[in-house]
């Protein structure tokens, strides 16, 4: 079912696309969120601590975003950055308000993190590049 939902979300938005960074940029967005959805589902099944759920709303922010800005790349752009925040910000908020709750070794949540966000920078920088190629989603 995700693995469809994957190759059906990149052909919806990046079908029309004649613009080279943007469809990259929608590959790349759309490949790191289901790689970390099937990450986290395996995570969150295994482990019984609630702060993994608190992943999903990087998600949930960025399908959000991508809906408010209608998939428009400079928009796309800001929407990626602000879920590379997001997602750099969670490790933070889960040691703060799970100071006590047993957890995996920081450095490989540190390491997760800043993986997924990097992919999520990467494509937001190719998204500002085919903004500023001033190629738009056809009308």
Known sequence: MILFATGL??????RKMANKAYRFAVGLAVVAGFVFTW??????TESENPANWL??????????????????P???????FATAFLQLLIPGLVYFFTRNHPGPDAATVVVFNVFF???????????????AQKV???K
């Open 39 to 44: 990450m986290n589902m395996v995570r969150t």
């Open 55 to 72: 992943n999903y709303s990087v998600l949930v922010i960025g399908a959000c975003g991508a809906a408010i800005v209608r998939f428009e």
């Open 136 to 138: 738009g989603l056809p």
């Open 117 to 131: 966000a990097t992919l999520f920078v990467v494509s937001a920088l190719l998204f500002r590049r085919a903004s």
């Open 9 to 14: 979300t990149y052909e919806l938005v990046a």
């Open 74 to 80: 400079r928009g796309m752009a800001r929407v990626l």
